[in-house]
């Protein structure tokens, strides 16, 4: 889990990549941006903004040969081996950022290098390097008393809430490739920022697997037990899958599908499911791994546990008690109507 609230920017160095498609020039700083306390309160919250936002999905640098020659684990393991060598080590990291900018889609914008201290990642504090890049310029206006008139001037500069691409390089695991987080807004060039500039691969951490297990759950849940059963089923399947995990440390599938699959036939159906569709989701050989419950969480919110009916009607199951909607809500066929109906018991109804 990280927390970026008490994390200070010590140094941050400045530089422009322009497209090398285009031809656009590369401008290299000569020194280190100097900060002062209002620009570095801005830039960290342009910077952290969206890795407070969204979900944590980790990442590892990776080579085919050894990361020996991966530019950007050399340069972040220098820079945390000595700070003192950030600007210096900026410099490399945005001559291999121009090297890769040579697609005709890729936009020309401002690279920012900044060393990091106190990282709160999983409750112990860390440095970290963070690599980020403004591209979109907005239009604004700024005004000017000019004689008696009020006069206005166009403008062009970066919107401080919006951040086109960033990554946080936290000194940990240098071995394995640290451990490295990763946001990127304009989806167009996603292959450009991921892979040819950071050369980054997903993380196969307690997190990965807790999460891409559950995505795996959830698609089990709509192309085999919605198609079989109905909504209310496969609703319920999630429901009993994710208070699965939400209870217990660690993962054991075979106890998973003793306790989730209510249907005992469809357990082969599942084992089936996850020989042909487990590689999309790289848990095709995984049964057994530590239960990361952030991932829990974040996917029981993404989860919905509504049932849509063709009559402007939303029913709403409760994911925490999953026995009350298997308890109290009843469905059946009106022969009369030619229609099927939800029968849902109570004793009193509740205020909001």
């Known amino acids: 889990m990280l927390n970026l609230y008490t994390t200070q920017i010590e ?184 892979e040819e500039f950071l050369g980054l691969a997903p993380l196969t951490d307690d997190n990965f697997y807790t999460k891409n297990y559950l995505k795996f759950c959830q698609n089990f849940a709509k192309d085999v037990v919605l198609p079989a059963e109905d909504k209310q089923q496969e609703v319920l399947f999630m429901n009993r899958a994710v208070n699965h995990f939400a209870k217990n440390d660690a993962f054991e599938e075979s106890r998973f599908l003793n306790e989730v699959m209510e249907n005992p036939e469809f357990i082969p159906e599942f084992k089936h499911y996850k020989t042909e569709k487990g590689p999309k989701y790289r848990i095709e050989d995984v049964s057994n791994f530590p239960i990361a419950n952030k991932a829990v969480s974040d996917t029981r919110k993404k989860i919905r546990n509504v049932i849509d009916l063709d009559t402007n009607i939303q029913i709403k199951l409760n994911f925490i008690n999953p026995e009350s909607a298997e308890k109290f809500v009843e469905k059946g066929w009106d022969e009369e109507r030619q229609m099927y109906y939800y029968l849902v018991y109570f004793n009193k109804e509740q205020k909001t």
């Open 11 to 194: 140094t941050v160095s400045l530089h422009r990549v322009g497209n090398k498609h285009r031809a656009e020039p590369l401008f290299l700083s000569a020194a280190p941006y100097r900060l002062n306390d209002e620009i570095s309160g801005l830039l960290k919250e342009y910077f952290f903004k969206p890795f407070r936002e969204k979900e944590e999905n980790y990442y590892c640098f990776t080579h085919e040969a050894s990361l020996d020659f991966h530019p950007i684990h050399e340069a972040a393991s220098k820079v945390f081996d000595n700070p003192g060598k950030l600007h210096k080590m900026s410099r490399e990291i945005a001559r291999h950022l121009f090297s890769q900018s040579n697609h005709p889609h890729i936009k020309s914008g401002e690279c920012y290098v900044a060393y990091l201290t106190d990282v709160m990642l999983d409750n112990k504090k860390t440095d970290a390097l963070g690599i980020f890049k403004s591209e979109i310029k907005q239009d604004f206006l700024q005004f000017e008393e000019k004689d008696a008139n009020l006069d206005m001037h166009i403008r062009q500069g970066v919107n401080l809430n919006r951040l086109d691409k960033g990554c946080l390089i936290f000194n940990r695991d240098r071995e394995t490739g640290y451990k490295v987080l990763s946001s990127d807004s304009n989806r167009y060039d996603a292959r450009y920022w991921l």
